[in-house]
Structure formats: C-alpha cells, structure tokens
C-alpha cells in the first residue's frame, strides 16, 4: 500500500512537472511569434516597422460613356464625368478609421511629416480620396484642433504630373515598353485570344456607338455599364445578351494583366514602384531611411493594384473593387531578420497574409529580393530607351534593322562622294591658281 502510495505520488509529480514545462513552452512560443500591441497581424514573426500601402481611389462617376449610352449626359448625375463621389468619400473615410486602427502602433496621435507620406497620382478622384481617407486616419486631437466645430485637419498629399511619373501613375513616356506590349499583341496565342472574343468585340461596337478593339475597350463599357447598375439605370436591352456573362466578365478582367503580362512589360511598367518600396524597406532595415519614416501611402487606381500584383505573381483574374487595399509590411524578429508580409483587402473582410510565391507569407527581406530581381529595372530611362541592339534576336525586327543599317551606308557614301568631290575642286583651283602665278 506504501508502495501504491508513493507510485501515485510520484506519477503525480511527473505530470505537475510536465503541465509546467508545457506552459512553459507555450509561454516562450507567445513570446516568439506574438507582436506588440497595436501590431498589424498577430500571427506573424517580429514586431512591424514599417508598411507601405496602396490603395484605390473609391466610388466615382463614369468616366467615359460610350455614344449610344441613353445615360450619356451629365444631367442624370451627382457628379462630373470621373469624379468622386460622396459614396467614395465615406467609403475612405472608413479605410482611414481601419487604417489607423492597424497601424496606430506606428504613428502617433498626431500628424507627424517624419513619421508619414502620402503620395497619389495627379487625378482628382485619388487626390480627393487620398484626403477622405486622412480624415478618418487623423481626426484632429489635442494640439492638431484648429477649427471646435470641424473634425478635420489638413493632411499634404503629395503628386506629380501624370507624363512625368513613371512611378506610381507609370504613365511616363517609355518606347520599349510600346514595343513589347505591340509584340505581346501581335503574338500567335494572344491573337487567338483576340479571336475567341471576337463575337464580343463586334457586338459592342456595333451596339455601343464605338469601335471596340481591345480588351481594355470591352473593361471601360463594362465599366460604364457596372456604375450605371450601382445608380439603378435602366440598361438598354441589347446590353443582357453581354453584360454579366462569362465571356464579358472574363475580357474585362483579362485586361487587368495585359500590362503586365511578361517580366519585361512588368519590369517596365510597374518595376519603378516595386523598385521604390523594395528599396526603402532596405534603408529602413539598415537604419539609412531619410526620413526615418514608418509608413508610405499611394493612392491610385484599379490598374495600380492589378500591376502590383501581377508584378508579383499574385495576381488572381478580378477587376480590382473601390477602395481595393495592398499593405506591404515589414516586421523584424529577435534575431534582427526583416520579413515581409503582403496582404490584400478587397472587401469587408479582416485581409489574411497572402502567398509570396517561393517563400511563403512571411519573407525574410534579401530572399524577397531576389526572387523579384528580374522585375526591378536598374535604371528605367536607359531602359525605356528602344534600341535594336537591347532587344533580343527574337524580339528585333530583323528587316527593319537592315532597313535602317542600309539607309545609314547610303547617307555615308553620300556624303564621302560630296567630300571627294569638294577636294577635287579644291585642288583644281589651288592648282590653276599657282599655274597662273607662275605664268
């Protein structure tokens, strides 16, 4: 019975001593991979530093309605043609206020240059929306109070001429850029492409007043027809043998990715923001970012999100909704490792972290970049320059080069004909000169 007693005893210990070292477990596993307070995603490795985030402009106005459109006047409108709306004004508003919430650990109370910048292509709709979503994100406290009856304050957006920014509104003039996306569009499996949808192309340009010859010309009258819907218009009847279909709906997300299609478009098209923010994370790393600031805004467009993650391979087929949201966010670890984490929100729902492809959610930083070098330009202008000896044999237009090589022979025999001829009469007359001296 002793015996039996001191067995239950001992037994007892053991499992005293096993619960605490699975607390004690637990406890070191929370302090590994749990974040401080106010971090971004708590499931993730590290403490965040720092977070760039891209957003689209929100609810606007059509921006372009094709000729036939019985909704084709200003007057059946709360706004101008392209414009925010007051929708799109609350819906950023609320982007702001979840925003601040997730990132609140990075900033302070009040607005703090050092701290923040925002950025927005030189569009009314993303300006105004850069500015609604400020408002939310820094409702004036304390110092920041300059008006009792407005809660609002002045926040600097910061942007550039479109044809000046090959950055965030890539609009920058670029040849080589012309001349891939001509080659993409003239390549055998991109023109049969062409011709599963040729139906569609012919539909709508015979119904809506406008020649349609290009995915991105079904995606702007699928466009017009999705904000008509949102406005309750009455569509016209030619519209229901199209509009919602399957064919319609894949045609204008397919021109979400034609951009971006092959590494050179990327590479050319959205490389100098992917380049800009891969860069800053490694200042930021290092201790070289100046400012040291924690957190970068952009706000753009529909077309920013669907290059951004095309660019990084993670792009699904969609077209990409208001206020569509990319947080790029670094965390460093106890081990000072800096990680990267992407996340996508395009809805209500809290974002989860999304695959990085060939590194998983969370990306130590120097794997990041080289997985992505061949989509980082080195230097875009020299770049963008269209040079036959740049291209590749199966890229260069072999006729045309001849061409141009024929055309450079034929002026210089030109002109080496033009100087032989002139020293020849220069000699002569050196020469009757001095025979008639002479005489």
């Not at 004004?89 to 109370?109: I, M, P, S, T, V």
């Not at 695959?355 to 990041?368: A, D, K, Q, Y």
């Amino acid at each position: 019975m002793k015996s039996e007693n001191g067995f239950i005893n001992t037994l007892t210990q053991l499992c005293l001593i096993c619960v605490f070292c699975l607390a004690k477990l637990h406890g070191l596993e929370q302090n590994t991979y749990s974040n401080v307070e106010g971090n971004a995603d708590d499931s993730l490795p590290g403490k965040l530093k720092f977070a760039h985030v891209i957003f689209r402009h929100g609810d606007r106005m059509p921006v372009d309605p094709y000729p036939t459109d019985p909704w084709n006047n200003q007057t059946f409108w709360p706004a101008r043609w392209g414009q925010l709306t007051n929708r799109g004004k609350r819906q950023h508003y609320e982007l702001g206020k979840w925003l601040r919430k997730r990132y609140n650990a990075l900033l302070g109370a009040t607005y703090d240059r050092q701290q923040i910048f925002v950025q927005s292509t030189d569009v009314d709709r993303t300006l105004m929306s850069a500015q609604s979503n400020l408002a939310g994100f820094y409702e004036p406290e304390g110092s920041d109070i300059w008006n009792e009856d407005l809660k609002w304050q002045p926040i600097p957006v910061h942007t550039k001429p479109e044809k000046d920014d090959p950055v965030l509104a890539a609009k920058a003039p670029c040849s080589a850029f012309d001349y891939a996306l001509s080659a993409l569009q003239s390549s055998p499996e991109y023109q049969a492409k062409v011709e599963r949808y040729k139906y569609l192309f012919d539909y709508l340009s015979q119904h809506s007043g406008r020649m349609v010859e290009t995915f991105l010309d079904i995606n702007y009258i699928n466009n017009t027809l999705f904000i008509e819907t949102l406005y309750n218009k009455t569509l016209p009847e030619w519209t229901k043998k199209v509009y919602g279909s399957a064919d319609m709906t894949y045609a204008t997300n397919f021109a979400f990715s034609v951009n971006t299609m092959t590494r050179q478009l990327a590479r050319l098209k959205v490389g100098p923001l992917l380049k800009e923010i891969f860069n800053r994370f490694v200042d930021k790393s290092q201790g070289k970012l100046t400012p040291d600031r924690n957190m970068w805004i952009y706000s753009a467009h529909d077309t920013t999100i669907a290059n951004v993650l095309n660019g990084l391979n993670m792009f699904q087929l969609h077209s990409p909704p208001y206020t569509a949201c990319i947080m790029m966010e670094m965390r460093v670890d106890d081990y000072n490792n800096s990680l990267i984490s992407i996340f996508y929100k395009n809805s209500s729902a809290e974002p989860l972290p999304m695959n990085i492809p060939g590194c998983g959610v969370s990306c130590p930083l120097n794997t990041l970049l080289r997985l992505y070098s061949d989509y980082l330009p080195v230097d875009w202008e020299r770049e963008c320059k269209l040079s036959t000896m740049m291209l590749t044999y199966e890229e260069a237009n072999i006729g045309a080069a001849t061409g141009i090589l024929i055309f450079i022979i034929i002026i210089l025999l030109c002109a080496s004909y033009a100087l032989m001829i002139y020293y020849r009469r220069r000699n002569y007359h050196l020469y009757s000169s001095s025979y008639a001296q002479m005489a």
